[in-house]
């Protein structure tokens, strides 16, 4: 079992970045797929970007293609989502989640674990 702690959220204006990071403990992230997604206030959670197990795929969401970036650091065992060009839709707390599956997955069902959320706010 692995467990996951985000960091690197806060406030920054639009246009700005943030870098988020899930760093991996009980387990090498190199075990897992991984992902990110996002809860805005009375909204459900939805995909952001995912990178499979090998790290040789990404994809992302279409609302934030171009602008995000996920990477993974198997020696730092910690997963990274670059965010850059930020807008105040972007706005929401962020989760980094594991899954057992090799390839990219892009439902919140398919991961196994997650971690407890950092929050991003973006002023316009």
């Known amino acids: 079992q692995v467990q996951l702690v985000e960091s690197g959220g806060g406030l920054v204006q639009a246009g700005g970045s943030l870098r988020l990071s899930c760093a991996a403990s009980?387990?090498?992230?190199?075990?897992?797929?991984m992902g990110w997604f996002r809860q805005a206030p009375g909204k459900e959670r939805v995909f952001v970007a995912a990178?499979?197990?090998?790290?040789?795929?990404?994809d992302y969401a279409d609302s934030v293609k171009g602008r995000f970036t996920i990477s993974r650091d198997n020696a730092k065992n910690t997963i990274y989502l670059q965010m850059n060009s930020l807008e105040p839709e972007d706005t929401a707390v962020y989760y980094c989640?594991?899954?057992?599956?090799?390839?990219?997955?892009?439902?919140?069902?398919?991961?196994?674990?997650w971690g407890q959320g950092t929050q991003v706010t973006v002023s316009s």
């Open positions: 009980g387990r090498t992230v190199s075990s897992y797929g």
């Open positions: 990178i499979s197990r090998g790290g040789s795929s990404t």
């Open positions: 989640a594991a899954t057992t599956y090799y390839s990219v997955r892009y439902s919140s069902g398919e991961y196994n674990y």
